[in-house]
């Protein structure tokens, strides 16, 4: 782990400082009233092995700055990945020139100057691991053993992947801000396949951190593997019916994921979404809370500003069901008459409230119904609210699982689904930028044979 400030990649973030104030500067001297710049780039390692075999080696470096140049309210967006100080013109002069040639709209602009992170505080995203292409091959052959050896029943590999990555994040326009900072991510994953009679399944398990010490070990994530792919075995079908229905926590971000979509500010100006005129507004069940915490220490989705540099905040997202705040862009918050809220490009760590210990305590507040731990296909509408997926999990009575069950579909109205939360379990799932356990809807529509 290196957090010192003599890594290179702190001198990169420098020269691309650099860069980006030579953009802003030659920008304004070309006529723009305002603009901004913008880089992310990842350098780092993959690999993958499949059934104990090498498959790839990759070494990768990706990246590019992006300007957007305002003329009045005309817009202009070019990008170059070359950074030398002929690039870095020709890309401002193409943007000047594009601005010329789009509509004049009076809500483009950059953000607001008073919103802006001008001393972004350090969130502690940074933990490079020097990690050589054995090393990484070695996980992976681990991880795939360890699920092999698991089982007579797990027959096959879709292979174990294991990546490290490190990369920056520097943003600056014409208010004077011009902020950056390094990041880091590690993952090893596995897929298995799993046969009983005539039957086939298959699962994957993964492991995801900023730093080497926050990652399972290789043995964990094969065995995870290995044990969801065999729950799955010997799966039936369901008749149809309706029934209540427990999300487990490592797909129950996707309901909250809708939330995203539906309140943010592009789908509320266009009027594409099920939840328009809801603010302040019962949308969920009162037992439903979800808070915002952007500057959690080594966060998947920590940040100290958004894609825009606007300052981000804890903030309540929903309070006793209630909607407490839209998701804006500086666009969007103009469209609408509004203020940004720190939400271009996204989320920063979303916590869902538990209101039970742990699934089990879901299960047996249930008592008889259907554990999804699989969803297919993509059939939600964030407009209508419209809710049809093809899934896979277990039936459960007297909470007690009973048997897995597959090739079945569950649909509902997001409206009713979020209505219908009874409660929230303490197997909270980290990976991701909702941190969630595992929801209980009181009622949903199950197709089955």
């Not at 030579?22 to 780092?44: D, F, I, Q």
């Not at 957007?68 to 013109?89: E, M, Q, R």
């Not at 808070?291 to 606007?310: N, T």
Request: proline share 3%.
């Amino acid at each position: 782990m290196v957090q010192s400030q003599q890594h290179p990649i702190y001198k990169h973030i420098d020269d691309v400082k650099q860069a980006v104030s030579e953009a802003l500067s030659h920008a304004k001297k070309l006529g723009a009233t305002a603009a901004e710049a913008s880089m992310s780039s990842t350098s780092g390692l993959s690999v993958s092995t499949r059934m104990g075999e090498v498959d790839t080696i990759e070494f990768n470096q990706d990246g590019g700055l992006g300007v957007c140049v305002y003329v009045g309210n005309h817009k202009g967006n070019a990008s170059t990945a070359d950074l030398s100080p002929a690039a870095i013109k020709t890309v401002v002069e193409k943007a000047i020139d594009i601005a010329k040639f789009t509509s004049d709209d009076p809500c483009n602009g950059v953000a607001d100057k008073e919103l802006l992170e001008f001393s972004p505080p350090d969130l502690d995203l940074f933990h490079p691991w020097d990690v050589m292409p054995e090393q990484g091959i070695a996980m992976c052959l681990e991880a795939e053993k360890a699920a092999l050896d698991a089982d007579d029943r797990i027959v096959n590999s879709d292979g174990a992947s294991f990546a490290s990555h490190q990369g920056l994040r520097v943003y600056g326009n014409s208010h004077g801000l011009i902020a950056g900072f390094p990041r880091t991510r590690h993952t090893l994953s596995t897929v298995v396949i799993g046969k009983d009679g005539e039957q086939m399944q298959r699962d994957s398990a993964y492991t995801i951190s900023r730093e080497q010490q926050g990652l399972k070990s290789a043995t964990e994530v094969g065995l995870e593997a290995a044990q969801s792919t065999l729950a799955k075995l010997n799966s039936q079908k369901l008749s149809t019916m309706k029934t209540p229905v427990i999300f487990r926590a490592d797909i129950a971000n996707s309901l909250f994921g809708h939330l995203v979509s539906a309140i943010g500010g592009g789908a509320l100006y266009r009027k594409s979404s099920f939840l328009l005129d809801q603010l302040g507004k019962q949308v969920f069940n009162s037992c439903v809370n979800i808070i915002e915490r952007p500057h959690l220490p080594k966060g998947l989705a920590s940040s100290p500003f958004d894609s825009e540099g606007v300052k981000t905040i804890d903030r309540d997202i929903i309070h006793g069901g209630e909607l407490q705040t839209y998701l804006l862009a500086s666009y969007a918050a103009r469209r609408l008459g509004m203020t940004a809220t720190g939400h271009a490009g996204g989320i920063h760590n979303w916590l869902v409230q538990q209101t039970h210990d742990d699934l089990c305590a879901l299960l047996k507040e249930m008592g008889t119904g259907l554990l999804v731990t699989e969803l297919m296909g993509q059939g939600v509408s964030t407009v209508t609210g419209d809710y049809s997926r093809g899934a896979g999990g277990f039936w459960v009575e007297n909470g007690q699982i009973q048997y897995p069950v597959s090739e079945i579909t569950i649909a509902g109205n997001l409206k009713d689904m979020f209505q219908g939360v009874q409660a929230i379990g303490g197997d909270i799932e980290y990976r991701g930028s909702v941190q969630t356990g595992s929801v209980l809807i009181d009622s949903m529509q199950i197709a089955g044979a």
